[in-house]
């Protein structure tokens, strides 16, 4: 794991098992925290990074049916091979019986993964309770999005809640980047984008069962748009997985920049943990 050019501080754990790592300076330490809680754990192996196994024709796939349920004319050019630039970005989840930890791969419009989602800082019985019951939204949740070599980009938390979700995003080094924050529990969800006290923008759902979003600037022009896709009656019935094409029809600046990456997972996070039939 490569050690940031950076002051000694708390980080996103680049070993993805933990919420924070302490950086010395010059290393990272086997001091780490969770949900407030500190322990000890050696650095040991390498760095988790979520994969999932998907043909390059399936991955195009998406990206085909999106464009055609997304804006007309759209014609991305590839982009510069990151998750912040690059004009599409292919979401899939993890196929699991069971969903105890959340976990995504990000892959380009060309099917090559530039990235991942990963949760962190869970302990067993936490994982005991996801396993055994369905309360997941009265549980705080903490992802990580990281590139392919571990390496934290953004850190995400969804906060216990009991009828509307809020995502937090913030940088590795823990400064706040802004908020996702869903404004409604009945009818076609919304959610705000802030951050710093402003209104950015909104992502808007597009019919009642949450298959599409909209994602509007603060003038309301459409900047990004996020499709479901359908991976087939089998997978839909008996696994957990959920897959996003998000298409980004300009660039953006930062905090939307951050926020439109982040808003994929977002909500697949916010909706799904709310209950497990939502989609």
């Not at 196929?95 to 791969?105: D, G, P, R, T």
Request: glycine letters at 10%; zero cysteines.
């Amino acid at each position: 794991m490569t050690a940031p050019q950076a002051p000694a501080g708390w980080y996103a754990d680049p070993a993805g098992k933990h919420e924070k790592r302490y950086f010395d300076g010059q290393q990272w330490t086997e001091h780490v925290n969770s949900h407030g809680r500190s322990s000890v754990d050696p650095i040991g192996g390498p760095s988790h990074v979520p994969t999932v196994q998907r043909s390059p024709d399936r991955v195009q796939r998406d990206v085909q049916r999106a464009g055609q349920a997304g804006v007309a004319g759209y014609q991305p050019t590839n982009g510069g091979g990151t998750v912040f630039d690059e004009p599409i970005l292919v979401v899939n989840q993890k196929a699991k019986f069971i969903e105890v930890s959340n976990e995504y791969a990000i892959f380009d419009q060309n099917a090559r993964q530039i990235g991942a989602v990963r949760e962190v800082g869970q302990s067993n019985l936490k994982k005991a309770v996801r396993l055994l019951s369905s309360y997941d939204q009265y549980l705080t949740h903490k992802l990580q999005i990281v590139d392919m070599t571990g390496t934290p980009l953004l850190a995400l938390t969804r906060p216990a809640k009991l009828l509307k979700s809020r995502i937090l995003v913030e940088t590795p080094q823990g400064q706040p980047v802004g908020e996702i924050v869903q404004q409604n529990a009945i009818g076609k969800i919304r959610f705000g984008l802030e951050s710093g006290g402003h209104s950015y923008g909104l992502i808007q759902g597009e019919n009642w069962r949450a298959w599409n979003f909209a994602i509007l600037d603060h003038t309301g022009a459409e900047v990004a748009r996020i499709t479901k896709t359908w991976e087939g009656l089998a997978k839909t019935m008996f696994t957990t997985a959920d897959n996003y094409v998000v298409q980004i029809h300009r660039p953006l600046e930062d905090p939307m920049r951050s926020l439109v990456v982040a808003a994929a997972v977002s909500i697949d996070t916010a909706l799904k943990q709310d209950s497990r039939g939502w989609n």
